[in-house]
């Protein structure tokens, strides 16, 4: 596959470590498109889209945004959130306009004490781009672990 010159101005972006430190792709060799592609299939195949996982994230980082840091219950007994805040602000590799704040919101299960974490840039990602980041990137969210911990046994 012959990339154009915005695929690959792309690729370089979210492989270079000037908009985060160690880049959007890890140590992942494969094409940026590619990662899009088995990320979407592996949710598919859990039943679930990009779009639905980025729903429910963001009504939890919403949820938890009131708490300053401290836990909140967003499923009784079953799924807690906390939000916090960093300095700074990223921006979306896709060029879009705009800065995303440096919030992390991190679900924990509350049965199993399994755990994810993300960005308000991941949220942006996936639910514009479908891009869940490369394996080895300091926020890639594997799409099975989303489906496990927001949605399991939670609907
Ligand atoms: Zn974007």
Redesign the pocket.
Known sequence: MKESPQEKMLEEALRSSKLVAGGFMGTDSRHPARVIDEDWEQLQKCGFTPAQTARRMQELTDLAAPGLGNWLEAVPGRLQVKSEDFKGALV?P?S?PGLFAKRITTARRMDTGDQIVWTDLNL??IA??GFFEGRGAFFRIEPADIVRILFEGLT
């Open positions: 979306c896709w879009h942006h990602m514009e781009h």
